[in-house]
């Protein structure tokens, strides 16, 4: 049950984001549904093969890379999921920064202890 509660709070920090940036949009409520178990079945997938092969790029930066790995994901997400579009690489970008955030904000208010 407590998947189910993680689906809700991340299809509601996505739609949070979409509200907050013209560049990123949703046609419907179910597409925010559907685009938080791609986005989530994504970054448990492929994040980890990503980051391991540009653990060497990720250290020259700082780990700023790490940030560009998150943009390309969201992008990958916006197009796979119909009825979520992200206009540009820096859409993506600030919203992947401000979907983390929103997130941490969104768990550490609703999550139980």
């Not at 859409?91 to 941490?104: D, E, H, K, M, N």
């Given at each position: 049950?407590?998947w ?5 709070l991340?299809?509601?920090?996505l ?21 938080a178990?791609v986005?989530?079945?994504?970054n448990?997938?492929l ?18 890379f790490?940030?560009v790995?998150?943009?390309?994901l969201?992008?990958?997400t916006?197009k796979?999921?119909?009825g ?6 820096f ?14 904000i ?5 999550e139980?202890?």
């Open positions: 049950m407590r189910l509660w993680h689906w809700v991340s299809a509601v920090s739609l949070i984001v979409a509200w907050l940036f013209d560049a990123i949009w949703f046609d419907s409520v179910g597409s925010a549904f559907v685009a178990i986005l989530g079945l994504v448990a997938i994040r980890p093969i990503l980051q391991l092969l540009a653990l060497p790029v990720t250290v020259l930066t700082l780990g700023l790490a940030l790995i998150n943009a390309l969201f992008i990958l916006s796979l999921v119909p979520f579009h992200v206009e540009s690489f859409s993506a970008f600030f919203g992947s920064i401000v979907l983390a955030i929103v997130s941490s969104m768990y550490g208010l609703f139980k202890k």
